[in-house]
C-alpha cells in the first residue's frame, strides 16, 4: 500500500501542475507510476468537472466557459501531454524517414507542423465546446481516465522507441502485476459510465487513444512519452466531440 501511495504522488508530480502534497522519488517505482496514470486521470476528470458546474452556476457556460474548458485539461497537466502531442506531429508531418523523424521528435524545437496542429486542435475543441450541452457534464470525469488508461496499457505492453526513456526496463515492467491497474480503471470507468450516461464519449476516448497509440508507435518506431501524451491528447478529443454530438443526438430526440 506504501508503495502504491507514494507512485500514485511521483505520478502527481510528474505529470500534474497541481503542488504535490508529498514529494518522493523511488526509481523502483517508475513502473507502478505509470500505472497510476489513470487514477490521476480521475482526479483530473473531477476538476474539470467540478470546473463546469462552477461556470454553469456563475452564468459563464458561453465562449468564455468554453475557452475554459478547453484549457483546463492541458494546463492540469502542466501541458506536458500536448508538449507530446506537437512533438509527434512535427515528425509524423515531416514524412521523412524513420531516423529522421526520431531525430525531429527529440528536437526541443517547435516546428510549423506542431504550431498547426495546434492551432487546428484547439479550434476545432474549442467549436465543440461552445456548442456543448453543459446540463450533461459527467464524462468530463471519465475522458481523462479513459485516455490515461490506453496510454498506460501502451507503455506496459508495446515495445518503446530506443531512445525513450522506458526503453531500459522493459522487460521487467511486462512483467510487474500492477500493470494490470489501467486495464482495471478502464474497465470499471466503461462498465459505470454506460447506466450514468457517459459511457459513448468513455468509448470515444478510448477508440482515439488506442487508434493514436497504434499509428504513433508505427510511425515513429515504438512507444515513447511522446506518443503517450500524442494519444491521450488525441482521446481527450474525440471524447470531448463524442460527448457533444451524443447531446445533441439526445436533444433532437
Not at 507530446?84 to 515531416?94: L, Q
Request: positive net charge; proline residues 5%; glycine residues 10%.
Amino acid at each position: 500500500m506504501r508503495k502504491t501511495v507514494t507512485a500514485f504522488f511521483m505520478c502527481w508530480g510528474m505529470f500534474c501542475s497541481i503542488p504535490c502534497p508529498y514529494r518522493k522519488w523511488d526509481e523502483e517505482l517508475r513502473p507502478l507510476m505509470i500505472s497510476m496514470l489513470p487514477i490521476l486521470g480521475l482526479f483530473i476528470g473531477a476538476l474539470w468537472l467540478l470546473e463546469s458546474l462552477l461556470l454553469r452556476l456563475l452564468g459563464l457556460s458561453g465562449l468564455f466557459g468554453a475557452a475554459l474548458l478547453l484549457v483546463t485539461p492541458w494546463a492540469l497537466s502542466g501541458f506536458i501531454h500536448l508538449d507530446g502531442f506537437m512533438d509527434c506531429c512535427d515528425a509524423i508531418m515531416s514524412r521523412r524517414d524513420l531516423q529522421e523523424k526520431q531525430r525531429i521528435l527529440k528536437d526541443p524545437h517547435a516546428g510549423s507542423f506542431a504550431v498547426i496542429s495546434l492551432i487546428i486542435l484547439a479550434l476545432l475543441e474549442f467549436s465543440l465546446f461552445a456548442s456543448w450541452d453543459w446540463s450533461r457534464p459527467l464524462p468530463l470525469l471519465l475522458i481523462p481516465a479513459v485516455s490515461r488508461s490506453c496510454s498506460a496499457l501502451a507503455v506496459n505492453a508495446l515495445k518503446p522507441m530506443g531512445h525513450s526513456s522506458y526503453a531500459g526496463r522493459y522487460r521487467e515492467n511486462k512483467r510487474n502485476a500492477e500493470n494490470a491497474l489501467p486495464l482495471f480503471v478502464l474497465a470499471a470507468a466503461s462498465i459505470l459510465s454506460f447506466p450514468l450516461g457517459g459511457g459513448a464519449a468513455a468509448l470515444g476516448a478510448a477508440a482515439g487513444s488506442c487508434l493514436a497509440l497504434m499509428y504513433g508507435s508505427r510511425q515513429l518506431g515504438g512507444m515513447s512519452g511522446d506518443v503517450s501524451g500524442y494519444a491521450i491528447t488525441i482521446g481527450e478529443a474525440c471524447g470531448v466531440l463524442v460527448m457533444v454530438l451524443q447531446g445533441r443526438i439526445a436533444a433532437v430526440v
